[in-house]
């Protein structure tokens, strides 16, 4: 095996290491920028059309869930356009946002 073949596998080998050093994108910051960004904003202060500062909510995993997925006054409901799946990614990037 010569030299550049055997420095080529190494750093093959380094790889996964170096992608799993950045940090994690959670899948529900998609959503999140999808959905929820256009009032709350990027960090959840926004506050746009009435929007709650996501950062100074104190509803635990339970009431987000239930509000995201009903709605609640001005506040869509997004039962119908994400999954429940999706709801929970969301709320869970939701609750990150401090
Ligand atoms: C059309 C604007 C709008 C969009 C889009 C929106 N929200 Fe809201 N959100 C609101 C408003 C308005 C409230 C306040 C509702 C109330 O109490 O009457 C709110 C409240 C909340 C609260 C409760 C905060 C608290 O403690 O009172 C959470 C959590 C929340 N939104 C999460 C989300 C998430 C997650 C998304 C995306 C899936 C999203 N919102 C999309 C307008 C929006």
Same mark, same amino acid.
């Given at each position: 095996?010569?030299? +550049?073949?055997?420095? %080529?596998?190494f750093?093959?080998?380094?790889l &996964? +290491?170096?992608?799993?050093?950045a940090?994690p994108?959670? &899948?529900? +910051?998609l959503i999140? +920028?999808?959905n929820?960004?256009?009032?709350h ?9 009435g ?6 909510? !104190?509803? !635990? ?12 006054g001005?506040?869509?409901a %997004?039962?119908k356009?994400?999954? &429940? ?6 709320v869970a990037?939701s609750?990150?946002?401090?």
């Amino acid at each position: 095996m010569n030299l +550049q073949l055997s420095a %080529f596998l190494f750093l093959l080998a380094l790889l &996964p +290491q170096v992608a799993s050093a950045a940090p994690p994108v959670l &899948p529900g +910051q998609l959503i999140f +920028q999808k959905n929820c960004v256009r009032c709350h904003g990027a960090n959840g202060k926004r506050g746009l059309n009435g929007a709650h500062d996501l950062t100074k909510s !104190n509803l !635990n995993e339970f009431g987000r869930t239930y509000l995201v997925t009903n709605g609640m006054g001005k506040m869509p409901a %997004f039962g119908k356009s994400l999954t &429940p799946e999706q709801v929970q990614q969301v709320v869970a990037y939701s609750l990150t946002l401090k």
